[in-house]
């Protein structure tokens, strides 16, 4: 079997499993592999790592996948419920590697790797409060 590189796919499986169904205060909250523009809460989402774990008989890669949960808020604000609130969400629906749905691949395992709070920033209109999602995705190649 010829390698392929699951990268689109991955990016794919994870935008399809989280786009339209994270929401706050009745608002979706975007998702993509972009950092949007005009945006004031968003999840970027993006692989961090990927290790070609190939063995003879089969294509396997290991890849770090990570959510990148951020909340622009004005100064004046600067709470980070929101940011919980949407890091809760995409926690509870990353974690079953069955809902990771690839044409190529498959995902035979995914765990929760880490997940840590960047630093706020602050500047002389905005609060930026980030927060990374990592997970440990097991992929092996079937076609």
């Given at each position: 079997?010829?390698?392929?590189?699951?990268t689109h796919q991955i990016?794919?499986?994870?935008?399809?499993?989280?786009?339209?169904?994270?929401?706050?205060?009745?608002a979706v909250v975007y998702v993509g592999t972009r950092i949007p523009d005009d945006e004031t809460k968003y999840v970027h989402i993006y692989i961090e790592s990927l290790i070609d774990n190939s063995t003879g008989d089969s294509v396997m890669y290991k890849a770090i996948v990570?959510?990148?949960?951020v909340s622009l808020q004005d100064v004046s604000?600067?709470?980070?419920?929101?940011m919980?609130?949407?890091?809760?969400?995409?926690l509870e629906k990353v974690g079953d590697a069955d809902a990771l749905i690839m044409t190529d691949f498959k995902c035979a395992m995914v765990q929760f790797e880490d997940g840590?709070?960047?630093?706020?920033?602050?500047?002389?209109?905005?609060?930026?409060?980030?927060?990374?999602?990592?997970?440990?995705?097991?992929i092996e190649q079937i076609k």
């Open positions: 079997m010829i390698a392929r590189d699951p990016l794919k499986a994870y935008y399809d499993l989280l786009n339209d169904s994270i929401v706050y205060d009745g990570t959510m990148q949960i604000e600067g709470d980070e419920t929101i919980h609130s949407i890091f809760e969400q995409v840590d709070q960047d630093s706020s920033e602050m500047d002389d209109t905005n609060y930026i409060i980030p927060n990374k999602l990592r997970m440990l995705n097991f």
